[in-house]
Every structure is written in structure tokens, then in C-alpha cells.
């Protein structure tokens, strides 16, 4: 086994942790915190990704105002970080690429990209034979208007990619069943739609099942009146654990 450390900026090191006096070591392509496959053949990670080339088309009259103005204009609210001058635009995919993941065989090699769906990926977690994973991302991230609502998605190994929800929820911590088949995870339902329902309260954070292959979503807590933490199966697959808040303790 290996243990990896991301310590220093921008670099990745590894330990061999049946080798304790083996010193530290990189694996080539690897540019984020690994994520190893259960058949250790290969490393997953998000790092942000080449920036697009947006085309640009300008007006004679857009050329001379570019010209004559050299300033900024700024409409997100923290514009600014100290220190490091002008923080990019985040609803610009070319001014601020977006984290996606990204292969890498175990032994080392070119990183190839799995996904290219210009917002940010979290939560990827390797299905139990290794062919695919499963993992969270916002499609409305770079709209400024839009409150947190990620949905699940499956990536195989070949690229291909699918949607697995699309209504509104917010889901995060995505965990395979023992035999791939089950995808378990944490949902709230999105702020901005609560605002449209016109509710006055919040709403209560369940853990929910969904078939590898898509359909309908099963919440499983809830007739549970807590607070659930990430979703985790257990050995025989019958089973999913997770912590629960009592009285403002885990």
C-alpha cells in the first residue's frame, strides 16, 4: 500500500507503507489528492483543467471602447482577496477551469481526463470492481443566482458519463454497495428550491438510495428526525451506516 501527502503545494508525494524506510516517491501524471481503485490499478483525482478558448468577436465600436478602457467591472460580491490582487470571475470557465477528474494508471503514466462537464467534481468514489465512478457536481455552480443543487453522476473508465438525478436536491458523499448496483448518498433539498415552494423553514438532510443504472430515488431516513453523515455499506451489503447528530454532538 501507499500513502499519499499533499503537504506542499502543487506536488503529491507518496510512502510505501510496506517499505517504512523507503523515502518518499512521486507517480507520474498524478495531480491531485489519489483516489486508488479497489484493484489498485489506477489512481483517480480532480485538478482544474485546461481553460476553453472562448472565440471572441468584436465590433469596430467594441474594439475602441476596449482601447480606451482599461479597467475592470466587477458584479460578484467578493471581488476581491487580499493580497493577490483581483480574484478570477467564477462564472467564467476561462478565467476559473473547473475542477475535473481525471486516470492515472498506479504505476505512473499520461493523465487522461474523464470528465469535461466545466464545473467542479466532488465526492468521486470507485465502484467495487474498478470500472467506473461515481461522483457529485453542480451544473448550475457558475450561475450566481442558483443556491447549491448537485446531482450524481456515474463516469466508466472510457469517458462516457451518466446523469443519474436531476431534480433540484443537493447530494454529496456517493458510496457503492458491495456488488455495484446501489448507489447511496446524502440529499437536502436545494435552497432555491425551497424559496420557490414558498416554504418558511429549511429542510431535512436524508440519506437515499438509487440504482447504478438510474430511476427513482429511495430515502431511506425518512422517518428520521436527525442529521445524517456520509453513507457507508456494510460488508454483506444489507446494510448502510452513518453518524448521526444527537443534542448537537456526532
Same mark, same amino acid.
Given at each position: %500500500?501507499?500513502?499519499?501527502?499533499? @503537504? ?17 516517491? /512521486? ?5 491531485? *489528492?489519489?483516489?486508488?481503485?479497489? $484493484?489498485?490499478?489506477?489512481?483517480? !483525482? ?15 465600436? @467594441?474594439? &475602441? ?6 479597467? /475592470? ?24 477551469? #473547473? ?9 505512473? %503514466? @499520461?493523465?487522461?481526463? *474523464? ?5 467542479? &467534481? /466532488? =465526492? #468521486? #468514489? ?5 470500472? #467506473? ?9 457558475? @450561475? ?6 448537485? $446531482?450524481? !453522476?456515474?463516469?466508466?473508465? +472510457? ?41 418558511? /423553514? ?11 443504472? =438510474? ?9 428520521? +428526525? ?25
Amino acid at each position: %500500500g501507499a500513502l499519499a501527502s499533499d @503537504d506542499e503545494a502543487d506536488s503529491i508525494w507518496f510512502l510505501r507503507m510496506d517499505q517504512p524506510k523507503a523515502p518518499p516517491f /512521486h507517480v507520474r501524471g498524478v495531480g491531485g *489528492l489519489p483516489i486508488f481503485s479497489p $484493484d489498485n490499478r489506477w489512481i483517480a !483525482f480532480t485538478r482544474a483543467a485546461a481553460p476553453p478558448k472562448m472565440a471572441r468577436t468584436s465590433s469596430e465600436s @467594441d474594439l &475602441v471602447i476596449d482601447q480606451r478602457f482599461k479597467g /475592470h467591472i466587477y458584479e460578484w460580491l467578493n471581488f476581491r482577496a487580499d493580497g493577490r490582487g483581483y480574484v478570477p470571475d467564477p462564472r467564467d470557465p476561462e478565467s476559473s477551469p #473547473a475542477e475535473e477528474l481525471f486516470v492515472v494508471p498506479s504505476a505512473g %503514466g @499520461d493523465a487522461r481526463q *474523464l470528465t469535461d462537464l466545466k464545473v467542479n &467534481v /466532488h =465526492g #468521486a #468514489a470507485w465502484r467495487p470492481d474498478s470500472g #467506473a465512478l461515481a461522483f457529485t457536481a453542480n451544473t448550475h455552480e457558475r @450561475d450566481e443566482y442558483i443556491y447549491e443543487r448537485a $446531482d450524481l !453522476f456515474v463516469v466508466a473508465l +472510457d469517458g462516457r458519463v451518466k446523469r443519474l438525478t436531476d431534480n433540484g436536491y443537493n447530494r454529496d458523499s456517493p458510496a457503492w454497495s458491495r456488488d455495484g448496483s446501489t448507489i447511496a448518498f446524502r440529499r437536502v433539498l436545494g435552497l432555491s428550491a425551497v424559496i420557490a415552494s414558498g416554504q418558511d /423553514h429549511g429542510a431535512p438532510v436524508d440519506i437515499c438510495t438509487i440504482a447504478a443504472e =438510474g430511476g427513482a430515488e429511495k430515502n431511506v431516513t425518512e422517518k428520521w +428526525d436527525l442529521l445524517p453523515g456520509p453513507p457507508a455499506w456494510s460488508s454483506d451489503g444489507r446494510s448502510i451506516y452513518f453518524s448521526g447528530g444527537t443534542g448537537g454532538d456526532d
